[in-house]
């Protein structure tokens, strides 16, 4: 039977540790803002198109994401997921707004400032999709 609860233990959160898995198959942690438009299927994450954890996702998009505090302490288990670079910058800026509203208003406002201060491009940024993987998925690959 297939999982129907997805990403439904994150509904309540404001934050998400996102673990991407380094080549020598350590982990890395990044807590980060998320938002979805249906939590059972997808969350999605925008971040800057040259961060470390875009790296290696490149190479393996296999994640694990869980609530956490907004310094990255995790709140409940992980959940494994597969991620992907997608184009929904819209629909991902309004789900942004929706949820962060003012937050988000600020944040970027003081990122375009210390990157003028810096005299450095703001970069590319890119939305992340990720989808929870299904349990049989997980045993094969195990396997």
């Given amino acids: 039977?297939?999982?129907?609860?997805?990403?439904?233990t994150l509904e309540s959160a404001r934050y998400l540790a996102i673990t991407t898995f380094r080549c020598d198959g350590t982990?890395?942690?990044?807590?980060?803002?998320?938002?979805?438009?249906?939590?059972?299927?997808?969350?999605?994450?925008?971040?800057?198109?040259?961060t470390w954890k875009v790296r290696r996702i490149r190479l393996n998009p296999?994640?694990?994401?869980?609530?956490?505090?907004a310094t990255g302490k995790p709140t409940a288990e992980p959940i494994d997921g597969t991620a992907?670079?997608?184009?929904?910058?819209?629909?991902?800026?309004?789900l942004q707004a929706e949820k962060y509203g003012w937050q988000k208003w600020l944040i970027e406002r003081a990122f375009i400032l210390s990157m003028k201060l810096r005299r450095k491009p703001t970069g590319?940024?890119?939305?992340?999709?990720?989808?929870?993987?299904?349990?049989?998925?997980?045993?094969?690959?195990?396997?």
């Fill in 84 to 94: 992907r670079i997608v184009d929904d910058a819209e629909l991902v800026g309004r």
């Fill in 27 to 50: 982990e890395a942690s990044t807590p980060v803002w998320f938002v979805s438009d249906d939590l059972r299927r997808h969350v999605f994450v925008a971040t800057g198109a040259d």
């Fill in 1 to 8: 039977m297939a999982d129907t609860t997805g990403f439904t």
């Fill in 124 to 143: 590319e940024s890119i939305v992340l999709e990720i989808v929870p993987r299904r349990h049989d998925e997980l045993v094969v690959r195990a396997a």
């Fill in 62 to 69: 296999h994640v694990r994401v869980a609530p956490c505090t």
